[in-house]
């Protein structure tokens, strides 16, 4: 079983269309987790830290459960820009160590 | 004012060569990595330090050294280049803790021939 698990997709949405993306993860110890965002032929960036209670970032909802090792992300109102490949990310406890999921690509039309 | 960068951004060479892949922050972290993210897009660690310290090595050919001469580079060098070694080599960094962000370099496109 991978560490961190993702549905690769393509997801194929209209503009302004809510998205879902999830993922879950192996390791129980882990302690931080985020989603980063990795446009084609470019390096992976930060989109957003997920905390237990859930968080918010405009049009974007993290969410944790921690009791199933599951992580969500919500997008609302789909932009052209949100085209990219969405990528969870786990960090184990003690080491400095990412752990990435294949990643979730979204392509969103006109 | 690139926080992450590493050199070159294309490397095409040929099958048996050595090549080195420099990376250099400017942030003040104490923590650099190198990672690989194959053909099938997969990313994955391979190594990571501390100040100047190795504290992630994992399962990577003997052929993959990396070199940290002080806090702000990580190097890799690659003995015996194969063709399997083709891939984007991307260069991290971060501050010592659980939460803090990861900054990427814009990677380097690797292809053995």
């Known amino acids: 079983r991978k560490e961190v698990e993702q549905d690769p997709g393509p997801f194929n949405v209209p503009e302004g269309a809510t998205v879902a993306f999830n993922c879950t993860y192996s390791n129980s110890a882990s302690q931080s987790f985020f989603w980063y965002r990795q446009d084609c032929r470019k390096e992976p960036k930060l989109l957003m830290s997920?905390?237990?209670s859930g968080n918010e970032d405009g049009r974007f909802t993290a969410q944790l459960n921690r009791a199933s090792q599951y992580i969500s992300l919500l997008i609302r109102d789909s932009k052209l820009s949100d085209s990219a490949t969405y990528l969870c990310?786990?960090?184990?406890?003690?080491?400095?160590?990412?752990?990435f999921g294949t990643g979730t690509r979204l392509l969103v039309s006109p | 004012d690139t926080a992450v960068s590493q050199t070159p951004k294309y490397l095409v060479t040929q099958m048996g060569n050595d090549k080195s892949i420099k990376c250099e922050q400017n942030?003040?972290?104490?923590?650099m990595y190198w990672y690989k993210q194959d053909s099938k897009k997969f990313l994955k660690i391979m190594f990571s330090y501390n100040n100047k310290e190795l504290i992630i090595n994992e399962t990577v050919p003997n052929r993959f050294s990396p070199k940290s001469p002080d806090k702000a580079h990580l190097n890799l060098h690659i003995n015996s280049l194969e063709l399997g070694d083709s891939a984007v080599y991307f260069c991290a960094s971060s501050r010592t803790g659980a939460g803090n962000t990861i900054y990427f370099g814009e990677g380097s496109w690797l292809t053995v021939v």
């Open positions: 997920v905390y237990s």
């Open positions: 942030l003040g972290h104490d923590t």
């Open positions: 990310v786990v960090k184990d406890t003690g080491f400095q160590k990412l752990v």
